[in-house]
């Protein structure tokens, strides 16, 4: 966990935390995209292992020299709320698993949730965009992240 994730959850004694929408500043946030999209042009991110995907943002984050977290919680997409896991880099969501920045793919999205569409579905419908829709910092109003560091990192041993 980074030194400023951990004050945060000290500070709040496990109170989930809203992660707002914000620009990745430069240099990161550039370089950090850059990376990713060429992570997820060799081997796609996928709603299928959304763990797997928060690890390989670290790792990314970890070669640029930029420390992340792994926070679970929810993300709401505006009348449905999806349990889920994802990378927070300098305090900035980054989730590159669903392209949540189209509006109808957050229609699939709010329909999964419901149960109208299935894992197959779901997972054809986020190969379908490129990285650009994926979250890097910014995200559109209406969603909402809430979460804390996975529990091995607030304990120090992830």
């Known amino acids: 966990?980074?030194?400023t994730?951990?004050?945060a959850w000290r500070a709040t004694r496990r109170?989930?935390?809203?992660y707002p929408s914000a620009v990745l500043p430069a240099p990161t946030g550039p370089?950090?995209?850059?990376a990713l999209a060429e992570e997820h042009a060799r081997d796609p991110f996928t709603p299928?292992?959304?763990r797997a995907a928060a690890a390989r943002v670290r790792a990314v984050a970890s070669e640029l020299g930029v420390e992340a977290d792994v926070v679970r919680g929810g993300v709401d997409v505006g009348g449905a709320e999806l349990d889920h896991v994802w990378a927070?880099?300098?305090g900035h969501v980054v989730d590159v698993t669903m392209p949540l920045r189209s509006p109808a793919f957050a229609d699939v999205l709010r329909a999964y949730v419901a149960g109208d569409v299935d894992d197959d579905e779901l997972d054809a419908a986020a190969h379908g965009y490129a990285f650009e829709w994926r979250v890097v910092g910014e995200y559109p109003a209406g969603l909402r992240y809430v979460g804390l560091p996975v529990w091995g990192q607030r304990e120090g041993l992830g």
């Open 1 to 3: 966990m980074t030194a």
């Open 5 to 7: 994730a951990g004050a």
């Open 15 to 18: 109170a989930p935390h809203r």
């Open 31 to 34: 370089r950090l995209r850059s």
């Open 48 to 50: 299928r292992d959304v």
């Open 88 to 90: 927070v880099v300098v």
